[in-house]
């Protein structure tokens, strides 16, 4: 076994559980698999840790691995490592924390230099030490290998669809696919031809997109944005409050629920907003609305109901006797 590594220096600093999902599709299905990543606490108590010195970041489920870009939990998890703050970083498989080698180097340059561990399910690893550098390699390799021919069958798949001549690939709003082959029809929905109509034609008076906007605004016919950018925005600053509460040991009850609670309306309403807008077309699977809408659904019931959320504040917050 590789625990030998695992000294008193690094159990004076943190240990972190990196947890990710590449979809939110994977969130809600592969129960079992995320499962498997937060029981990694349980793996890093094993090697030494006291359970407060154990962080959980699981910021990126339901982001791809592919690329850092939009990984906020990524991000967080090497600027902690390069500052020496971390003694070992844990996740399931090295996959989970970068898919391809530009990121997974980083992350070992980082650990090497900061004296880190990386752990998996296979073993403890240090990245300074040529012989774990070496394995630590061939995983990345294999990772971003993996995401290389997944996505070359699905390339392959697509190419010889297009060669048949059956390729559809989606739409600009307004136009859908007939039934003959390669036909090209307008919108069936008059709400959505009529808007679009309205917008051009507008444009063609006044000249200018500004132009047309200011008449858009004024006719009352802009699709809803700000409203749903003012709720996305206030959710997500109540949602920063309460993760930077759980960061600094502070207690976040109140913020936490109240984060999940808004976040889950204002996202689930700004997909409904878009379902609506789309008309009838909002269910067709090459625009991706209905499952952007399916998902945001998900979220009003788990992991945990809006109606739960309300009794907590109620009963904790508010000091009201409980409603269950």
């Known amino acids: 076994m590789s625990e030998w590594k695992v000294t008193a220096s690094h159990r004076s600093r943190a240990a972190v559980i990196y947890v990710r999902q590449s979809t939110l599709v994977q969130v809600e299905r592969n129960r079992e698999s995320t499962a498997r990543q937060y029981d990694l606490v349980s793996r890093a ?5 006291p359970r407060s010195a154990v962080t959980v970041i699981d910021a990126d489920l ?16 090497a600027t902690q490592v390069g500052m020496g703050q971390v003694g070992i970083v844990l996740s399931l498989e090295c996959s ?3 898919r391809n080698n530009a990121d997974w180097y980083r992350l070992l340059e980082l650990a ?7 752990a998996d399910a296979d073993g403890v690893y240090h990245p300074a030490l040529f012989d774990d550098r070496l394995v630590l390699g061939m995983k990345g390799t294999m990772s971003e290998m993996e995401l290389h021919i997944l996505r070359a069958r699905l390339d392959g798949g697509i190419r010889n669809k297009a060669a048949r001549g059956e390729l559809r690939r989606g739409l600009p709003v307004g136009l859908v696919w007939g039934e003959a082959d390669g036909e090209i029809l307008m919108h069936p929905d008059e ?5 679009i109509a309205a917008i051009f034609g507008r444009f063609a008076v006044c000249g200018s997109v500004r132009g047309t906007w200011l008449w858009l605004r004024d006719q009352g016919l802009q699709f809803p944005l700000a409203d749903s950018l003012a709720r996305l925005d206030a959710a997500e600053l109540t949602l920063r409050k309460a993760t930077w509460l759980y960061d600094n040991g502070r207690p976040c009850g ?6 999940k609670y808004l976040c889950a309306d204002a996202g689930f309403e700004a997909a409904d907003r878009a379902l609506q807008t789309h008309g009838g077309m909002g269910y067709a699977e090459e625009y991706h609305v209905a499952r952007y809408f399916r998902e945001a659904r998900l979220l009003k019931i788990a992991p945990l109901s ?3 959320v309300l009794n907590y504040l ?11």
Request: hydrophobic share 40%; aromatic share 6%; charged share 15%.
């Open 45 to 49: 108590r094993e090697l030494g840790w």
């Open 62 to 77: 339901g982001v791809s691995g592919a690329s850092a870009a939009g990984r906020s939990g990524f991000a967080q998890l």
């Open 96 to 98: 989970r924390l970068a």
């Open 112 to 118: 090497g230099m900061t004296d880190t561990l990386i």
């Open 191 to 195: 709400a959505v031809t009529g808007v």
């Open 254 to 259: 109140r913020e936490a629920n109240t984060a």
């Open 306 to 308: 809006q109606e739960m």
């Open 314 to 324: 109620g009963s904790h917050v508010l000091g009201l006797p409980r409603s269950y």
